[in-house]
């Protein structure tokens, strides 16, 4: 029985030096916490306003947020971007690669990026673009018709027709190339915040 309390008093000791090993220690940091220094760490501070940010992002709930992957390896929530938003400042031209290639390359390259639009499952076209393409091309359709076929005029009706197929092929064109940037906006978007 008295081994019993011999080994319990070194056992008590040792917890009690721990013990008092730990307040002294909590004390101390308590001290250098209270006390203001002139130069905060700019890392602690950046990583208290990220971890306060962060919850109250998961307080928000974001479910319309897209988690994003930070640079020193963390992952952070991205909020969506606004409707209408410019994702990028506009490049001078000359300075962005795609206006450096030969002008069939870069159309053909266009081309393929339409094709591409009008195929994505992610990407939704423009109520402007989805009505006014098959308008535009109804459009030149009645044009042949009309001045062709219908009011066969001998000099003018073959002036108005071209006339008017060029000003909608123009429109057509100017609407496209509006929707290819819009959806290249959308892919660089995705590739930035990993969204697929």
């Known amino acids: 029985m008295s081994a019993t309390t011999d080994e319990a008093a070194p056992a008590a000791s040792e ?3 721990a013990l008092e ?3 002294r220690r909590l004390e101390a940091a308590l001290a250098e916490r209270a006390a203001p220094t002139a130069a905060a760490d700019p890392d602690a501070v950046t990583d208290r306003v990220i971890a306060k940010l962060s919850a109250m992002a998961g307080a ?7 988690l994003v992957l930070a640079s020193d390896g963390s992952q952070q929530l991205a909020p969506p971007p606004p409707q209408g938003a410019v994702l990028h400042p506009p490049v001078a031209p000359g300075t962005d690669p795609i206006y450096r290639r030969w002008f069939f390359t870069q159309l053909w390259a266009e ?3 339409a094709f591409r639009m009008y ?4 990407y939704r076209l423009s109520r402007t673009t989805q009505f006014a393409i098959p308008g535009i091309l109804l459009l030149l ?3 042949y018709f009309f001045f062709s076929v219908w009011v066969s005029i001998i000099f003018i009706s073959p002036v108005i027709e071209r006339v008017l197929a060029v000003l909608l092929g123009v429109l057509g064109y100017k609407l496209i190339v509006r929707e290819l940037a819009r959806y290249r906006d959308v892919l660089e978007y995705m590739a930035r915040y990993g969204v697929r």
């Not at 928000?60 to 897209?66: E, F, M, N, Q, T």
């Open 15 to 17: 917890r009690e030096a």
């Open 21 to 23: 090993d730990r307040i």
């Open 60 to 66: 928000s709930g974001g479910a319309d947020r897209v």
């Open 111 to 113: 081309v393929q990026l």
């Open 119 to 122: 195929f994505d499952p992610h």
């Open 141 to 143: 359709v009645f044009d």
